[in-house]
Every structure is written in C-alpha cells, then in structure tokens.
C-alpha cells in the first residue's frame, strides 16, 4: 500500500504500489512455475507413455533404477513448479521482507527447482548395478538450495505477525492520528 504522504487529502483511497523489482520477481516467478510446471507435466505423460506402449528401456526389471529416478524427476519437478506459483503469489504479501533475503531465496529456488529433478533425470540416463548415475549428486545441491529459501522465505513470513508489519495497520493509525478530536 502507498504510505499517506503530508500531500494526500485525509480521506485519499489507499492504492497499492509495487516498485519495478518486486512485479518482475513476481512475474519471472509465475511464469517459470506454469512453464516449468508444463514441462514436468509433458515429463509425466511421456512416462506414461513408455509404461502404457510397454518400452524395455523402461519397464524392464534391469532398468528399475532409471524408471525410479525418473518418476522421481517428474514428481519433484512437478512439486517445485507449483512452490514457484506459490512464491510468486506470497512475495507481494510479505511487504516488510528485505529485499536481498527476498532475493536469495528467489535465486536458491530457481536453482533448487533445476537441480533437484535434473539430477533424478541425468542419475536415470546411465546407471550402474542398480545405483543411479553420476547426476544425482546434484539433488543433494538442489536440496540445499530448496532449504535455504524456505527458511528465508518462512523468517520473510514472520513479520506478518507483528502487527505493525501490515500495511493497512499503518495508514489507519496515522489516519487516526491525523483526525481532529471529537469534542462532547
């Protein structure tokens, strides 16, 4: 919400305001989660597929490994493209958040979000006795990553329980302050 200013009349709306950073950190967020989320879904359906059309390099008992580490990518992809949507719509609700905790966590999230399901894919790729691939070290990295900004972003959400922290809170107590006392 825009703070009044000595330059608003008493009884001026409240428009919210965003500043440029904040809507393209929420954009860039909304649209990586519907797009990724659109990529794991089509990862999904070509499993599907693999399974349904009964594919070997699939199905068969020696490559239970790869069918585990690709199922694997496709829930975790899937699971992280909706976290992003989430995060995009929470940002713009946690107004008191600082600014480079904000950004860190956005960062560890777009990099939590490409590790994680790609180190179940690549570990999938080529296997070894039953063991994943050479990829999957970058799952416990994304795993990191995915950590750090949801503790930033549930310490970001802990300034909505102050109660100064909410915008509308602010204005109404300045408001407050600003109008003449009533006299008997």
Known sequence: MKPISDTDPPNAPLRPVRDHALTTLIQRHLRFGWWSLLVFLSLGIALESFHGFKKGFYLDVPNETRRLMWTLAHAHGTFLSLV????????SLIPLWETRFR????????????????????GGIIFYSGDPGLGIVLVPLGAVLLFVSVLLTARGAESLRKPESAPGQIESKKKEKAKPARSS
Not at 84 to 91: L, S
């Open 84 to 91: 992003h949507i989430a995060f995009g719509a929470t940002i």
């Open 103 to 122: 950004d860190l966590a956005s960062g560890c999230l777009m990099g939590a979000t490409i590790l994680v399901p790609a180190g179940f894919f690549v």
